[in-house]
């Protein structure tokens, strides 16, 4: 995956250099933002447990997991999701999630592969995870026997039922209590409700009266969609993500430094609002009811075997498939102490539906948390992040009315195209009178070169008499103004290209043949018929007079090459995005037809002018 990064970024330059700004804008803002060091800072939660009493646990003696209680498993099931915790560890060993939920509508969620109308559960929790029992809520401290005493003794649960089924606003307490010989009293308190993704987290960690310190809880490892196998720059690997300083740090597999033993760990101190792990879609955060001092993230790299598949055109082209991928089990790490509560949200990265979330929660904590941060945004976020939510808003609406996100996006092509008609017909009159005014303007330039052989200055009244002529001819033609519809959509491109892959309500939305809009065709004719359209708009679109031999060679190479080139780029992009732009490709020739028959006729006024004529008599003039 690191290669096929770095292999995105020489594309960008190649894009870049054959003045295909939009893609080379897209791909350059959306790669993941490079980490940053933050400045470690002495917090007023930093004074506190530097106050609290020492722990008194001997390290002559080894602890013990106690395992008198009998092992249950407990299932909280609600209209949103399905949970299951082990009594062994007060674990979760399972986490479903049934549907999401905002103002606006709510969707059925399924695992990655299904049609979005049925198909199988969505487990946020990996089997990696089950395994090793890095399982959400799990204590980690300093030593490795209070370790596997806290997370591998049996809890007593205190509840009588064995299956819990919430409705409504209902909402339910259950409380994991563990006590041991050695005076060790802790206990796990949860909330669940019954409308809402955030659980409240309570910990009661003593031995004999004193709190126990340097404890953490880890938020979870490789949590997401277990069913997406091949992971790529639109449907990411599991990262962790914190808020550390009011400033969103995002680490994925690939960003962290590995030792010997293909293991890493990243540390940040400051003001940490909330810490985090979750793939493109879906996460379970924890957010302290005071900020944290530190944070951390942990990764192992790790390889597995897979079905064997085509990791990318060349792939698919020369029929080279991947049978073995590398990946990172990613997990985050929240300092936690006797008494504190954690709100922990298990759900959605969907805009609308943190948008609720963070402005509840950041009530009951009492500041402001900035959840929808989980949301990467892309390098431009400060310009992009509203037009992307205007723009999900936008299609939101037209779906409302036809019922599919696929019709949505083609609805909403052809409006913004018809926006851009009159700039459209204004550029083509610019081109035709360039056109016109072509040979005037090379037979000035051929005067000019002729005055500058002959050692004339450049402020000699001949050479700003041609050079007066030059502008004349330029006014109402400059090319600038063909340029003009492209610069007005890249903004837009990069805003959809953020809503199409951030969505939760692009996923598994079909389309036609297209099962999901927000990743690949399949059968990868989109990108096909994209790039066919590309090359059939470019041929019928008037571009600037070429004034050499060379320029007309390499707006013909322009021609052909960019079509094959995007296709290129954009090959695995999400369908939502192809189908933007192949629709837009097919309205702008549309439109490009009406406009020629329209301009039919159109003979621009001709610029008078003396200059040329004059500067032939100056110029036999000695």
């Given at each position: 995956?690191?290669?096929?990064?770095?292999?995105n970024?020489?594309r960008i330059?190649?894009?870049t250099?054959?003045s295909?700004l939009?893609i080379?804008?897209?791909s350059?803002f959306f790669a993941?933002?490079p980490?940053?060091?933050?400045?470690?800072?002495?917090?007023?939660?930093?004074?506190?447990?530097?106050?609290?009493?020492?722990?008194?646990?001997?390290?002559?003696?080894?602890?013990?997991?106690v395992?008198?209680?009998?092992?249950?498993?407990?299932?909280?099931?609600?209209?949103?999701?399905?949970?299951?915790f082990?009594?062994?560890?007060a674990?979760?060993?399972?986490?479903v999630?049934i549907k999401?939920?905002?103002?606006?509508?709510e969707k059925?969620?399924?695992?990655?592969g299904?049609?979005?109308?049925?198909?199988?559960?969505?487990?946020?929790?990996?089997?990696?995870?089950?395994?090793?029992?890095?399982l959400p809520f799990?204590?980690?401290?300093?030593?490795?026997?209070?370790?596997?005493?806290l997370?591998e003794?049996?809890?007593?649960v205190?509840t009588?039922?064995e299956?819990?089924?919430?409705?409504g606003?209902?909402?339910?307490?259950?409380d994991?209590?563990?006590?041991?010989?050695?005076?060790?009293?802790?206990?796990?308190?949860?909330?669940?409700?019954?409308?809402?993704?955030?659980?409240?987290?309570?910990?009661?960690a003593?031995?004999?009266?004193?709190?126990?310190?340097d404890?953490k809880?880890?938020?979870g490892?490789?949590?997401g969609?277990?069913?997406?196998?091949?992971?790529?720059?639109?449907?990411?690997?599991?990262?962790?993500?914190?808020?550390?300083?009011?400033?969103?740090?995002?680490?994925?597999?690939y960003?962290?430094?590995?030792?010997?033993e293909?293991?890493a760990?990243?540390?940040?101190?400051g003001?940490?609002?909330?810490?985090?792990?979750?793939d493109?879609?879906?996460?379970?955060a924890?957010?302290p009811?005071?900020?944290?001092?530190?944070t951390?993230?942990?990764?192992?790299?790790?390889?597995?075997n897979?079905?064997?598949?085509y990791?990318?055109i060349?792939?698919?082209?020369t029929?080279?498939?991947?049978?073995k991928?590398?990946?990172?089990?990613?997990?985050?790490?929240?300092p936690?102490?006797?008494?504190?509560?954690?709100?922990?949200?298990?759900?959605s990265?969907?805009?609308?539906?943190?948008?609720?979330?963070?402005?509840?929660?950041?009530?009951?904590?009492?500041?402001?948390?900035?959840?929808?941060?989980l949301?990467?945004?892309?390098?431009?976020?400060?310009?992009?992040?509203p037009?992307?939510?205007?723009?999900?808003?936008?299609?939101?609406?037209?779906?409302a009315?036809v019922?599919?996100?696929?019709?949505?996006?083609?609805?909403?092509?052809?409006?913004f195209?018809?926006?851009?008609?009159?700039?459209?017909?204004h550029?083509?009159?610019?081109?035709?009178?360039?056109?016109?005014?072509?040979?005037?303007?090379?037979e000035?330039?051929?005067?000019i070169?002729?005055?500058?052989?002959?050692?004339?200055p450049?402020?000699?009244?001949?050479?700003?008499?041609?050079?007066?002529e030059?502008?004349?001819?330029?006014?109402?033609?400059?090319?600038?103004?063909?340029?003009?519809?492209?610069?007005?959509?890249?903004?837009?491109?990069?805003?959809?290209y953020?809503?199409?892959?951030v969505?939760?309500?692009?996923?598994?939305?079909?389309?036609?043949?297209?099962p999901?809009?927000?990743?690949?065709?399949?059968?990868?004719?989109?990108?096909?018929?994209?790039?066919?359209?590309?090359?059939?708009?470019m041929?019928?679109?008037?571009?600037?007079?070429?004034m050499?031999?060379?320029?007309?060679?390499?707006?013909?190479?322009m021609?052909?090459?960019?079509?094959?080139?995007?296709?290129?780029?954009?090959?695995?992009?999400p369908?939502?995005?192809?189908?933007?732009?192949?629709?837009g490709n097919?309205?702008?020739?549309?439109q490009?037809?009406?406009?020629?028959?329209?301009?039919?006729?159109?003979?621009p006024?001709?610029?008078?002018?003396t200059?040329v004529?004059?500067?032939?008599?100056n110029l036999?003039?000695?």
């Amino acid at each position: 995956m690191e290669n096929r990064q770095k292999e995105n970024q020489a594309r960008i330059l190649l894009a870049t250099a054959l003045s295909m700004l939009v893609i080379g804008l897209w791909s350059y803002f959306f790669a993941p933002e490079p980490p940053k060091e933050k400045p470690k800072e002495t917090t007023t939660q930093q004074a506190d447990v530097a106050e609290k009493p020492s722990e008194s646990l001997s390290e002559q003696t080894t602890i013990k997991p106690v395992n008198t209680a009998p092992n249950r498993t407990i299932t909280i099931k609600t209209p949103l999701y399905e949970a299951k915790f082990d009594s062994k560890g007060a674990l979760a060993t399972s986490w479903v999630l049934i549907k999401n939920v905002h103002d606006q509508h709510e969707k059925l969620l399924f695992a990655n592969g299904s049609d979005g109308t049925s198909g199988n559960p969505l487990q946020l929790i990996s089997q990696k995870a089950l395994e090793t029992r890095q399982l959400p809520f799990r204590l980690v401290s300093n030593r490795a026997d209070l370790e596997a005493f806290l997370n591998e003794s049996t809890y007593e649960v205190l509840t009588d039922s064995e299956n819990i089924e919430l409705k409504g606003s209902e909402s339910k307490q259950i409380d994991f209590r563990l006590v041991s010989p050695e005076g060790f009293e802790i206990t796990k308190s949860f909330i669940f409700r019954a409308d809402s993704y955030v659980t409240d987290f309570t910990i009661k960690a003593t031995q004999n009266g004193q709190s126990l310190r340097d404890l953490k809880l880890l938020v979870g490892a490789e949590f997401g969609d277990q069913a997406i196998i091949h992971h790529n720059y639109y449907h990411i690997e599991p990262e962790a993500i914190a808020l550390v300083n009011n400033a969103t740090e995002r680490y994925g597999g690939y960003y962290f430094n590995y030792d010997s033993e293909n293991k890493a760990v990243k540390k940040f101190n400051g003001k940490i609002d909330w810490t985090a792990v979750g793939d493109t879609y879906f996460a379970i955060a924890a957010v302290p009811s005071k900020p944290a001092s530190e944070t951390e993230f942990h990764s192992l790299r790790y390889e597995v075997n897979v079905e064997p598949f085509y990791s990318g055109i060349f792939a698919w082209i020369t029929r080279s498939q991947t049978t073995k991928l590398t990946r990172h089990f990613v997990s985050a790490y929240l300092p936690v102490a006797d008494g504190d509560n954690i709100k922990v949200y298990v759900g959605s990265k969907d805009y609308f539906t943190l948008a609720q979330y963070n402005q509840k929660l950041s009530q009951q904590v009492g500041r402001e948390i900035n959840l929808d941060n989980l949301i990467n945004w892309g390098w431009t976020g400060t310009i992009t992040k509203p037009i992307a939510i205007l723009l999900l808003r936008i299609l939101n609406f037209i779906f409302a009315y036809v019922g599919n996100y696929g019709v949505a996006i083609v609805i909403f092509t052809i409006i913004f195209y018809s926006v851009l008609f009159p700039i459209r017909l204004h550029q083509t009159k610019a081109f035709k009178k360039a056109q016109v005014n072509a040979p005037k303007m090379k037979e000035i330039q051929d005067k000019i070169r002729d005055l500058q052989k002959k050692g004339v200055p450049l402020d000699d009244p001949r050479m700003r008499q041609l050079q007066l002529e030059q502008l004349k001819l330029m006014k109402g033609a400059v090319p600038l103004g063909g340029c003009l519809p492209l610069l007005l959509q890249i903004p837009l491109f990069i805003a959809l290209y953020v809503a199409v892959t951030v969505s939760l309500d692009f996923r598994q939305a079909h389309f036609l043949w297209l099962p999901d809009l927000s990743a690949a065709d399949p059968l990868h004719a989109l990108e096909f018929l994209f790039a066919g359209s590309m090359l059939i708009s470019m041929l019928f679109t008037p571009t600037a007079p070429a004034m050499t031999p060379e320029q007309a060679m390499q707006q013909k190479m322009m021609t052909y090459l960019m079509p094959l080139m995007m296709l290129w780029l954009l090959w695995g992009a999400p369908s939502g995005l192809l189908l933007y732009w192949f629709f837009g490709n097919i309205v702008s020739f549309g439109q490009q037809l009406v406009i020629n028959q329209m301009l039919k006729d159109f003979q621009p006024v001709e610029t008078t002018s003396t200059a040329v004529a004059g500067s032939r008599k100056n110029l036999q003039t000695p």
